[in-house]
T-cell receptor, first 112, second 111 residues
Framework: GAGVSQSPRYKVAKRGQDVALRCDPI?????LFWYQQALGQGPEFLTY????????KSGLPSDRFFAERPEGSVSTLKIQRTQQEDSAVYLC??????????FGPGTRLTVL | GDSVTQMEGPVTLSEEAFLTINCTYT??????LFWYVQYPGEGLQLLLK?????DKGSNKGFEATYRKETTSFHLEKGSVQVSDSAVYFC??????????FGTGTRLKVLA
């Protein structure tokens, strides 16, 4: 596609529910990143994939967060047993190896 | 650790005014520096970048110069327009794939 796409754009979850956020990177982009952007803050790194390999998950805030990219293209960020502090915009970015990151529009997650 | 500090907003200017948004950084090694812009309801867009000291990035009338001696990368524009209203993020990448972002500065330009 022309750019990075994310779905859904908005998600409201009740506390304790599981959610899954999808990212479609730019075709051919080897690297994929997830960031979390809290209200009024800059994005913070969560995790990084190179093809299907998750090379860095040091930014995931807890073991309730899980990301996968099984075929080296589409990625899913899953949050189990959501908590109010998980409310944020989740940004996906992709890049050709080592170069500029292109960001998607984000998924705004609200946990009630 | 690596970090980016931006001036707090919001910044409110009249159309055609001069804009400066300050950004300073702390990093080991020699980072690449970026300015991203986020328009309402949209994702981050790269505005400009600089990869080494004294480089000047420029785009759409915006400029920023990589100053190693002052560890700064201030964003400037000579004459802002209403359409420049957005949130601006300064970021660095210090030899790894991770981007470190500042907290963002909201710019509001009044007609």
């Amino acid at each position: 596609g022309a750019g990075v796409s994310q779905s859904p754009r908005y998600k409201v979850a009740k506390r304790g529910q599981d959610v899954a956020l999808r990212c479609d990177p730019i075709s051919g982009h080897v690297s994929l990143f997830w960031y979390q952007q809290a209200l009024g803050q800059g994005p913070e790194f969560l995790t990084y994939f190179q093809n299907e390999a998750q090379l860095d998950k040091s930014g995931l805030p807890s073991d309730r967060f899980f990301a996968e990219r099984p075929e080296g293209s589409v990625s899913t960020l899953k949050i189990q047993r959501t908590q109010q502090e998980d409310s944020a915009v989740y940004l996906c970015a992709s890049s050709v190896r080592g170069n500029e990151q292109f960001f998607g529009p984000g998924t705004r997650l609200t946990v009630l | 650790g690596d970090s980016v500090t931006q001036m707090e907003g919001p910044v409110t200017l009249s159309e055609e005014a001069f804009l400066t948004i300050n950004c300073t950084y702390t990093a080991t090694g020699y980072p690449s520096l970026f300015w991203y812009v986020q328009y309402p309801g949209e994702g981050l867009q790269l505005l400009l970048k600089a990869t080494k000291a004294d480089d000047k990035g420029s785009n759409k009338g915006f400029e920023a110069t990589y100053r190693k001696e002052t560890t700064s990368f201030h964003l400037e524009k000579g004459s802002v327009q209403v359409s420049d209203s957005a949130v601006y993020f300064c970021a660095l990448s210090a030899g790894t794939y991770k981007y470190i972002f500042g907290t963002g500065t909201r710019l509001k330009v009044l007609a």
